[in-house]
């Protein structure tokens, strides 16, 4: 039987599998995603803060007070009855003194059986109950203060207390016991130096080098003293002056500044505005200037670390990389009319236009939306119009202006504000460079302000995110 060689073959059709294209194109879609998210600028945003800024001075002041040191009139182991900083008042206690080391034993011994005084009592109730009419939650600081006067008051009154009795039981046994009274009012401190009571008459300017500059020496309250020995200092007044050294740096913003000093002391943060008179002493400049508060916070010291403050401003910081410029233009009010279009609060600019159905050029009203207004002057965006067109001057006047609108180009230096979600340009103006921010005026018409949102970066600001506005 013949071999039938008539078979065709076809070729099978290939199925496309829908799943891998569209896994494909799934992942082609993410290739491009994650390449965008990686080489595209993001926009991250800045609140803007306020800031100050001036140029400083560091240097030493002196410290005078009106003061007075007791010294011991006789021999003997001291016992003061108030703390460091308390006021005195005219003759009460201030300390007593005894020849005897077996004093403070004895007063020891007394301790658990002392009792206060009727009056005593009343008094510490009484400083109780003033503090509790006059206090507020926005004061709760001054109850610590409260704690160590009456703590201080307390120890006072019981130690007066028990010397009453103690001398009272056996006044042999307190042959050489004195007692000091307080000849007149004021702040007490227990530290003493050689400049104890030092006039601005008495400064030669040598106290202020390093090695003369030491630290008041607090007396020492336990222990035999000496016949003469410093016993304890009132401070007499309120007042007090500093005396303030200055270098040539300083001396020369003196000079051409204003009549009052501005200066912090090193710990205190205090700005204080003061003014101050110029001393001229053995060729060295000083700044003498008098203080009312605070005093009794530097009875310790007679030294304080000084840093004057120059011309101090106060404005708006942000950073260096969200400023930028804009090509604005500024145009002078006289070419400006109000009330177009029907519109009272309209403003506008007359701009030429060609007719084409008479073949001339004819003035056109154009609203325009002002970023702001100052000086005279109406800034509208470079982007409204064309700057290669004419405009003429508004209103009645002799002989009417032509202008291009390329004239009027100007640039303005700012950054773009992010509050609304999409950039708003808004202008600045520097008061100087710090370092990697910029402080700037606030207040100003179409201005950055207080806790706005700013771009971080500009140079990721793109076209599609900017959008120029007025006020």
Known sequence: ????????????????????VVAFAILVILVINIYRYFTTPHLSVYEVQAGSVGSESKTVAMILRAETVYRTEQAGYLNYYYREGARVAKGTKVYSLNDSSDFQSLLTANEETSALAVNDILRLKKEVRDFAANYSDAAFSESYNLKEDFLSDYMRYRDVSMLDALIA??????SGFLTVYAPKSGSITYFSDVYDGYTKEQITGEEFAAEK????????????????????????????????????????????????????????????????ELLWINGGA??????????????SERFLDITLVFDAEEGLKIPGSSVTEKEVYQIPERFVMAGGMGDEDSVGISIERFDAESGEVKPDYQEIKPLFFENGYYYI???????????????????????MLYSFLTNLEGVYNMNQGYAVFKRIERITDLEDYILVRSGLAGGVALYDHIVLDV????KDVILIEGE
């Open 381 to 403: 965006a470079s982007e409204d119009f064309d700057s290669g067109s004419y405009i003429n001057s508004a209103g009645l006047i002799a002989e009417p202006e032509r202008a």
């Open 459 to 462: 140079s990721a600001v793109t």
């Open 286 to 299: 000083y700044l003498l200037v008098e203080m009312d508060r605070y005093g009794t916070e530097y009875l």
């Open 213 to 276: 500059r030491s630290a008041p020496e607090r007396s020492k309250p336990t222990g035999l003293s000496a016949i003469d020995s410093f016993a304890y200092k009132l401070v007499t007044e309120e007042d007090w002056q500093l005396v303030i050294q200055l270098d040539e740096y300083a001396l020369k913003r003196i000079q051409t500044g204003e009549d009052t000093v501005i200066f912090r002391i090193s710990g205190d943060p205090v700005l204080y505005q003061k003014p101050y």
């Open 169 to 174: 039981q056996s006044p042999n046994s307190f």
């Open 1 to 20: 039987m013949a071999k039938d060689n008539n078979i065709v073959k076809f070729r099978t059709r290939r199925e496309v599998n829908i799943g891998l």
